[in-house]
């Protein structure tokens, strides 16, 4: 099995920056796909974005292309989400996902292409 463990959220002022990190651990061979979901208080949970393991095929959300960078660091299985120019809108639970099921899996956005999730990390964006 994998594990997912979120970490570097926190609190901040509008237009400042967090980097996120989502380190990996079990058979993370299995692994495919990595993705970074939100959920606002009272909303459904989001792709913010998603890429595969090996690092290829970034994709975002409009609502933070050009502000966020997901990227992925192979040598410690940890996948990062930097923020910039963050938005009181931004504020939400984030939280990584993976996964470990046999295909490619549909949409990066889409809840049902993972299989695995972390526990999320708080951001919350003053204005």
């Known amino acids: 099995q994998v594990q997912l463990v979120e970490s570097g959220g926190g609190s901040v002022q509008a237009g400042g920056s967090l980097r996120l990190s989502c380190a990996a651990s079990g058979y993370t061979g299995s692994m495919s796909r990595m993705g970074w979901f939100r959920q606002a208080p009272g909303k459904g949970r989001e792709g913010v974005a998603g890429i595969d393991t090996g690092g290829g095929n970034p994709a975002y959300a409009d609502s933070v292309k050009g502000r966020f960078t997901i990227f992925k660091d192979n040598a410690n299985n940890t996948v990062y989400l930097q923020m910039n120019s963050l938005k009181p809108e931004d504020s939400a639970m984030y939280y990584c996902?993976?996964?470990?099921?046999?295909?490619?899996?549909?949409?990066?956005?889409?809840?049902?292409?993972?299989?695995?999730w972390g526990q999320g990390t708080q951001v919350t964006v003053s204005s």
């Open positions: 996902a993976a996964r470990t099921l046999r295909g490619y899996g549909g949409s990066w956005s889409a809840l049902s292409t993972y299989n695995i």
